[in-house]
Structures are given as structure tokens and as C-alpha cells.
């Protein structure tokens, strides 16, 4: 719990940041930026799924998650500024650590 804890921190401290850029004209509202914000909030409208079908949800997650993964990967091979690039490798490092926390916690839950 502690380390999904850490994770969930970092999640929100990389999306505060963006948003808070945004607002103050620090990033430039791009494509590409738009482009890896979209799996994120795609992801948040999947959230009730894990409460009807725990297996369709954990599908559904890794699926949108390969897809933000990859909007990451494009967003760190353009000419960003550099807190663009920041922000984008505080949210995949944070996404990983919940992806890999998430997976202790099922094998877990699958072996008690």
C-alpha cells in the first residue's frame, strides 16, 4: 500500500505540474501533448469497470496503458522543452511503479 501510495503521489505531482503549465502558458497546448494527456483520462472513465468485472478492467488498463506508454515514448523523441520532457517521465515512471505494484498485488491476491 505504501509504495502504490508513493506512485499515486507521483501521478498527481507530474498532472498538477502539467496542468498548472498549462494554465500559466508554460507548455504550449500541442498535439502531441494533447495526445498523452488522452489515455489518462481514458483510463479514469474505466475505473468503475474493476467493481462489474475485475479481468475486462485489468484488460482494459494495460491496453491504455501500452497506448499512454507509447504517446510518452513520441512526446520524449520531439524537440520538447525540457519541463515538457519532465513532466511526461514523472507521469510513465509513475504509471510503471502502479503497473508493477498492481501486478504484486494480484499475484498476491491470486496465490492466498
Wanted: with cysteine.
Amino acid at each position: 500500500e505504501f509504495m502504490n501510495g508513493v506512485f499515486l503521489l507521483l501521478h498527481h505531482v507530474g498532472s498538477t505540474f502539467s496542468i498548472c503549465a498549462l494554465c500559466i502558458g508554460s507548455f504550449v497546448l500541442s498535439q502531441g501533448l494533447l495526445a498523452a494527456v488522452m489515455p489518462t483520462i481514458v483510463q479514469h472513465w474505466f475505473v468503475l469497470l474493476r467493481y462489474y468485472n475485475r479481468w475486462v478492467y485489468i484488460a482494459a488498463m494495460i491496453l491504455i496503458e501500452i497506448w499512454f506508454q507509447l504517446e510518452v515514448a513520441a512526446i520524449s523523441q520531439q524537440s520538447q522543452p525540457r519541463n515538457v520532457r519532465l513532466a511526461a517521465l514523472c507521469m510513465a515512471a509513475s504509471h510503471w511503479g502502479m503497473f508493477f505494484v498492481g501486478g504484486i498485488q494480484l499475484v498476491y491476491e491470486l496465490q492466498s
